[in-house]
């Protein structure tokens, strides 16, 4: 992650945690770089989920958790 995106979703989570303790978020399991970027940013991959989103078929998503 550059310097910039890293700061960005630093601010952004930060911001998060003013109101929650943790913040989830969902990753294709095709999409290598993306789980590469929330496991270096501290996520925690909690589980695997067929996910449908809207006008698309169901898909393998990987829920990450990043916690206070």
């Known amino acids: 992650v550059s310097q ?12 998060a945690f003013n109101f929650v303790d ?3 978020f969902y990753v294709g399991a095709g999409n290598i770089r993306s789980q590469k970027a929330m496991e270096r940013i501290g996520g925690i991959k909690v589980r695997e989920e067929i996910v449908a989103y809207f006008g698309e078929p ?3 998503n990987f829920r990450y958790e990043i916690y206070k």
């Open 4 to 15: 910039s995106r890293y700061k960005v979703k630093s601010l952004m989570l930060n911001y």
């Open 22 to 24: 943790k913040v989830a």
């Open 58 to 60: 169901s898909r393998l």
